[in-house]
């Protein structure tokens, strides 16, 4: 993997057709890295934290984490458009970021369930502001035919970061036993960081401006975007399967708490079954990107998906050992498929002029999806129990996989939206 810290602040564009991968990418991956150390410490615990500490039930679970999963769709197209609209998708970042950090201070100051599901909806509000403004940067540093890799960097790096939260939350609770409220504050301190970088080393790129100069590279007025510019088939094919497939994806939180339930698992071992799917990740993340990048993004969209399917029949074994290990792989593999692939399809298939608001409405509605899901699948858990429930989902993922599979294999075809001349 060729690498390329070439790009300064005032870079506004790829890097050219080297293949390598920009400066911008890896700095906003650094930033995911240590915002998601600030993330996935507290997610690791909230399930406990909820379901032990709080004392919910499965269905309240699903309840809070149906917000996590879903909340940010609330803002995401609004986060969206207003990088696309004010053409400054860093700053539009730099707010979601921020207001994420803050969700870790009052975690300290709040313990009941409805406090604790406000602060989670804030967290989720920040996240969904941030993400598509975040994705619009990689996609205006980076080169088209490579988008796969700059993205599956980004998420290896933003990995990284995923297995280290949780991997600090397990020595902070080791050393702690549940000390909750010492995982939330080494989380913010994580988060501070984060932001400084963003802040203080991340270019402020504008991808519509860039696109408006001239030859002589002198700036023209550039066209305020219109979300009509979002009316493209291939899109709405793609928010079609986003929509079913997400509604059929079970919460990370619902798959640990079976394998904890089926293996009997001390509390203190629990956050190390995120760092398992998040090494897994990690080691796929570029490969499946560049193997997107390849044979086509929507091929390896869907491979995740049957990816997923066989992560629930693992989970839903009765014997656990190497079936705990294989959940946790697939897992991994699904995210590593899917996560920066949405990104990288709903970008393609977008005008230039609103590409952070095409990726955005990906992404919210995949969030909504999953929002409906973790609340469908905390009541099948409740009414049939672990096992049936999981396999009812991926059942019905199947059938999803066999009725959409064509349809999203049509969207390797053809080639990327438009740009249109200033």
């Not at 998601?36 to 379901?51: G, K, Q, W």
């Not at 988060?191 to 203080?200: E, F, I, Q, R, T």
Request: include cysteine.
């Amino acid at each position: 993997m060729y690498l390329s810290l070439r790009e300064g602040r005032k870079t506004e564009g790829p890097a050219g057709g080297s293949g390598r991968v920009a400066g911008t990418v890896l700095l906003l991956g650094l930033v995911s890295l240590l915002t998601d150390v600030s993330s996935e410490s507290v997610a690791a615990v909230l399930p406990l934290y909820l379901t032990g500490a709080l004392g919910l039930s499965p269905l309240a679970y699903g309840f809070v984490d149906g917000v996590y999963q879903g909340a940010s769709a609330v803002v995401r197209i609004l986060g969206g458009w207003l990088a696309d609209r004010g053409d400054h998708p860093k700053w539009v970042a730099v707010g979601g970021y921020g207001l994420s950090a803050l969700t870790r201070l009052a975690l300290l100051a709040v313990s009941g369930f409805a406090a604790v599901t406000a602060v989670v909806t804030v967290d989720r509000l920040g996240k969904g502001l941030r993400t598509a403004p975040r994705d619009a940067m990689i996609m205006a540093a980076s080169d088209d035919a490579t988008l796969g890799r700059a993205f599956g960097t980004h998420r290896a790096l933003d990995t990284v970061g995923a297995a280290i939260g949780p991997l600090l939350a397990f020595v902070v609770l080791w050393q702690l036993p549940d000390s909750y409220h010492s995982v939330f504050v080494v989380s913010f301190a994580f988060a501070v960081v984060g932001l400084a970088v963003l802040v203080l080393a991340v270019p402020d790129l504008r991808p519509r401006r860039s696109r408006a100069r001239g030859p002589a590279s002198t700036p023209t007025p550039a066209p305020r975007p219109s979300l009509r510019l979002l009316r493209d088939p291939r899109l709405a094919r793609l928010l079609l399967a986003a929509a079913v497939l997400g509604l059929l994806t079970v919460g990370d939180g619902f798959l640990y708490l079976s394998l904890q339930q089926r293996d009997d698992l001390a509390t203190a071992w629990f956050p190390l079954l995120y760092v398992g799917t998040n090494l897994a990740y990690l080691a796929l993340a570029i490969p499946l990107g560049r193997l997107g990048d390849r044979v086509g993004r929507a091929k390896v969209f869907l491979l995740g998906h049957v990816a997923l399917l066989a992560s629930y029949l693992a989970a839903a074994g009765p014997v656990g050992g190497a079936t705990t290990l294989l959940c946790l792989l697939l897992l991994g593999t699904y995210y590593a498929a899917t996560d920066g692939i949405l990104a990288a399809l709903s970008g393609r298939l977008t005008h230039p002029d609103v590409r952070a608001s095409g990726i955005a409405t990906a992404q919210t509605v995949q969030a909504l999806a999953r929002f409906a899901s973790s609340l469908l699948f905390g009541l099948l858990w409740f009414t049939l129990g672990r096992t049936p429930a999981l396999l009812v989902v991926a059942a019905a993922l199947l059938v999803a996989l066999l009725a959409l599979g064509r349809l999203v294999l049509r969207l390797d075809r053809g080639g990327a939206a438009p740009v249109a001349t200033p």
